[in-house]
């Protein structure tokens, strides 16, 4: 009898603190509601990816390469040969594969489970997650984990890399109630790698005024995770804005994502900011409501861009 193994993969919204995130600066992610779903068969051949997610037009070419490259790293952490290991791939769910919202992380962390399903290897989530962040090394080369944590456990979550390369710190944060949020997507694909290597590069080469900002950044997290916890939405929108304003001082905005911040904002949106890696991507804005969330929403669909409505804190 053929057998089939499934798994699924959250998508995720960085709300505070990516970038600096990899260099150790904590982070604060929410798991959303629209996953990254896989199906794996054992065939013989070779590996076969059909990827039928929704999302930006050519990422799934734009990103081929990073993918085979990830599957492969993948199969090695989980102790298979990529080179006599045959599979059958599809990619599904309700995740759009737009950049910024852990597409590549929810693949991973879907991936994994069902080849571990396909397999019969019962695996821990901690084993799926560091399965997911090897994987994740093909699409960002020097990832900070917030993804796949994010991808794997979902939920809201505080997240600090250890940069001994010890186990990082995860502490789970819990709102009074899920907040409405948009995500708007730039359709620009961006490629992680090349905007975390950028900074990492500008970080070595401007270190006094880096090491000002990634101060800064590790304030307004602190804050952040305050006010979250208070519930504080006016506190934490103004912090998303100032975060934008961080990642713009490193580099990693871009026109379209600052044109898609200022609608948001004009449109009464509590705070707004790119969210993951930058350069193209998304945005996202704190929208309480559902009325502020589909007026918001329908402003930047005008202009022409794709939207996900969302709440973060689930
Ligand atoms: O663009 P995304 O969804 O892959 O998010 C990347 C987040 C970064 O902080 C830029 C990289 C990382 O590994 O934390």
């Known amino acids: 009898m053929l057998t089939l193994g499934k798994g699924s993969g959250f998508g995720k919204v960085i709300l505070f603190g990516e970038h600096f995130v990899v260099h150790g600066v904590p982070g604060i992610v929410s798991a959303i509601n629209s996953r990254a779903e896989a199906e794996v068969r054992?065939?013989?051949?070779?590996?076969?990816?059909?990827?039928?997610?929704?999302?930006?037009?050519?990422y799934a070419e734009e990103k081929k390469t990073q993918q085979i490259e990830s599957i492969e790293r993948m199969l090695k952490t989980m102790g298979l040969?990529?080179?006599?290991?045959s599979l059958q791939i599809m990619l599904g769910g309700n995740l759009p594969s737009f950049s910024g919202i852990g597409a590549s992380a929810a693949s991973s962390v879907a991936i994994a489970r069902?080849?571990?399903?396909?397999?019969?290897?019962?695996?821990s989530d901690e084993k799926i997650n560091q399965i997911a962040y090897e994987a994740e090394k093909a699409y960002a080369g020097n990832p900070s984990g917030i993804d796949?944590?994010?991808?794997t456990f979902g939920g809201l979550i505080w997240f600090k890399k250890n940069l001994k390369g010890g186990p990082n710190i995860i502490e789970r944060l819990?709102?009074?109630e899920p907040i409405e949020i948009i995500i708007g997507n730039t359709g620009i694909v961006a490629n992680t790698k090349a905007m975390v290597a950028g900074v990492a590069a500008r970080?070595?080469?401007?270190?006094k005024h880096y090491d000002r900002v990634f101060k800064q950044a590790e304030e307004l997290v602190s804050t952040a995770k305050v006010a979250l916890k208070e519930f504080n939405l006016r506190k934490i929108g103004r912090l998303m804005d100032e975060n934008h304003s961080l990642l713009n001082e490193i580099g990693v905005s871009s026109k379209e994502l600052d044109f898609l911040v200022g609608i948001a904002r004009e449109q009464g949106a509590l705070g707004?900011?790119?969210?993951g890696g930058g350069g193209g991507g998304c945005m996202t804005a704190l929208t309480p409501t559902r009325e502020l969330q589909e007026k918001v929403a329908n402003a930047i669909e005008q202009e022409g861009f794709k939207v996900l409505k969302t709440v973060i804190g689930i």
Not at 81 to 85: G, H, N, R, W
Not at 203 to 207: E, P, Q
Not at 272 to 275: F, N, R, S, V
């Open 42 to 58: 054992i065939t013989s051949g070779k590996i076969e990816i059909s990827d039928e997610r929704k999302g930006a037009k050519g």
């Open 81 to 85: 040969d990529p080179k006599t290991t």
């Open 114 to 123: 069902a080849i571990a399903e396909e397999y019969k290897k019962v695996m």
């Open 148 to 151: 796949n944590t994010a991808a």
């Open 174 to 176: 819990t709102i009074r």
């Open 203 to 207: 970080k070595n080469s401007k270190a």
């Open 272 to 275: 707004a900011k790119l969210t």
